[in-house]
T-cell receptor, first 114, second 115 residues
Framework: NAGVTQTPKFRILKIGQSMTLQCAQD?????MYWYRQDPGMGLKLIYY???????DKGEVPNGYNVSRSTTEDFPLRLELAAPSQTSVYFC?????????????FGPGTRLTVL | QKEVEQNSGPLSVPEGAIASLNCTYS??????FFWYRQYSGKSPELIMS????GDKEDGRFTAQLNKASQYVSLLIRDSQPSDSATYLC???????????????FGKGTKLSVIP
């Protein structure tokens, strides 16, 4: 099993550009998450999904959008990139939401907005 | 604002010693508690989860939870240089009826194990 995979690993964007961060998992997990991590900080939840077609906002959703058309994939869309979105983005998945919420993380995407 | 507080460190311990990492949280309704290890430049990796008061042991790791004091800790026995990393405490609050899910991470404690 590959676990949770993310692409790209690195990306530099110009202000105002848009991009999609890809995330896929092969563990048949219903629950998937997107986090951002700024230097020296903990992770902040951007969006999460409890299954195909169902997504909800986390703590810091502004400037981002998500979709979940399949169990495996959970892409994160950045529209009109801003310097404040410079961060490392992690995708994660888990078996459960309340119980069994042990999360498996992807390797991350390091994004710089200039 | 739900908060999870950790001492940022760095916490330095000699090889073979016990490392003690602490975490406090503000929401009494928190249900589940996790410790993640994160090496520099890498993604977080789950070390321990704990759901009820008391101790939970897994190899060299012991998680301790005290809900009355809103306190969770991680003990690492026989610390090794390979344990040098940042340890993130995470606390889960969920209200299924309200569709509310929140996993709050602390900023992490950097542990350095000195050979």
């Amino acid at each position: 099993n590959a676990g949770v995979t993310q692409t790209p690993k690195f990306r530099i964007l110009k202000i105002g550009q848009s991009m999609t961060l890809q995330c896929a998992q092969d563990m048949n997990h219903n629950y998937m998450y997107w986090y951002r991590q700024d230097p020296g900080m903990g992770l902040k939840l951007i969006y999460y999904s409890v299954g195909a077609g169902i997504t909800d906002k986390g703590e810091v959703p502004n400037g981002y959008n998500v979709s979940r058309s399949t169990t495996e994939d959970f892409p994160l869309r950045l529209e009109l990139a801003a310097p404040s979105q410079t961060s490392v983005y992690f995708c994660a998945s888990s078996w459960g939401l309340a119980d069994y919420n042990e999360q498996f993380f992807g390797p991350g995407t390091r994004l710089t907005v200039l | 604002q739900k908060e999870v507080e950790q001492n940022s460190g760095p916490l330095s311990v000699p090889e073979g010693a016990i490392a003690s990492l602490n975490c406090t949280y503000s929401d009494r309704g928190s249900q589940s508690f996790f410790w993640y290890r994160q090496y520099s430049g890498k993604s977080p990796e789950l070390i321990m989860s704990i759901y009820s008061n008391g101790d939970k042991e897994d190899g060299r790791f012991t998680a301790q939870l005290n809900k009355a004091s809103q306190y969770v800790s991680l003990l690492i026995r026989d610390s090794q240089p390979s344990d040098s990393a940042t340890y993130l405490c995470a606390v889960l609050q969920i209200s299924p009826g309200a569709g509310s899910y929140q996993l709050t991470f602390g900023k992490g404690t950097k542990l350095s194990v000195i050979p």
